[in-house]
């Protein structure tokens, strides 16, 4: 499933569509389509998000390598493992609204591990924060400081006329 945060499935995805793990997949069952615009993430940093995820569960093989490679921790396995379907493809293929499940699920099935993904991830969040308000201190003390006064222009002195020729 797909971890997203907040209350909206869509907009809280933590997903960035960077396509680790469809590269990384074995079966090559993870289709990704990147966004072609950009959505503010907790950073206040443009993010891609993907238009598409899909997953064919049929081809499947829950190897978790996806749940490994994924850098944002946002892909991660479901305990539910009953998937038989009456159609077989259409049955078994999901998009991005089917795998989207709340950080709060994540919590439920695995608590151990949504609580480190959940520090690291406010580390990051703390770490980012920081860096904005230094910038704006810099920038408000550069702001503040005085200028220095220029410095006084020395006029050269000029050439004494040469000497008329006798």
């Given at each position: 499933?797909?971890?997203?945060?907040?209350?909206?499935?869509?907009?809280?995805?933590?997903?960035?569509?960077?396509?680790?793990?469809?590269?990384?997949?074995?079966?090559?069952?993870?289709?990704?389509?990147?966004?072609?615009?950009?959505?503010?993430?907790?950073?206040?940093?443009?993010?891609?998000?993907?238009?598409?995820?899909?997953?064919?569960?049929?081809?499947?093989?829950?190897?978790?390598?996806?749940?490994?490679?994924?850098?944002?921790?946002?892909?991660?396995?479901?305990?539910?493992f009953?998937?038989?379907?009456?159609?077989?493809?259409?049955?078994?293929?999901?998009?991005?609204?089917?795998?989207?499940?709340?950080?709060?699920?994540y919590?439920?099935?695995?608590?151990?591990?949504?609580?480190?993904?959940?520090?690291?991830?406010?580390a990051?969040?703390?770490?980012?924060?920081?860096?904005?308000?230094?910038?704006?201190?810099?920038?408000a003390?550069?702001?503040?400081?005085?200028?220095?006064?220029?410095?006084?222009?020395?006029?050269?002195?000029?050439?004494?006329?040469?000497?008329p020729?006798?």
């Amino acid at each position: 499933f797909l971890v997203f945060d907040g209350d909206d499935a869509q907009k809280g995805l933590r997903c960035v569509a960077c396509q680790i793990c469809e590269k990384e997949c074995p079966p090559k069952c993870i289709y990704i389509v990147k966004s072609k615009d950009k959505r503010i993430d907790y950073k206040g940093q443009g993010q891609l998000y993907p238009a598409t995820f899909d997953i064919d569960l049929s081809v499947c093989m829950s190897c978790q390598i996806c749940v490994e490679v994924c850098p944002f921790e946002a892909i991660k396995m479901d305990t539910e493992f009953e998937l038989s379907n009456s159609d077989r493809f259409g049955g078994l293929l999901v998009d991005k609204h089917q795998l989207a499940r709340s950080n709060e699920h994540y919590r439920k099935i695995h608590p151990t591990d949504a609580a480190e993904s959940d520090a690291n991830i406010a580390a990051e969040k703390a770490k980012a924060e920081a860096k904005v308000r230094a910038d704006a201190e810099a920038k408000a003390k550069a702001a503040a400081a005085p200028k220095p006064a220029p410095a006084p222009v020395v006029a050269e002195p000029k050439p004494a006329p040469a000497a008329p020729a006798q």
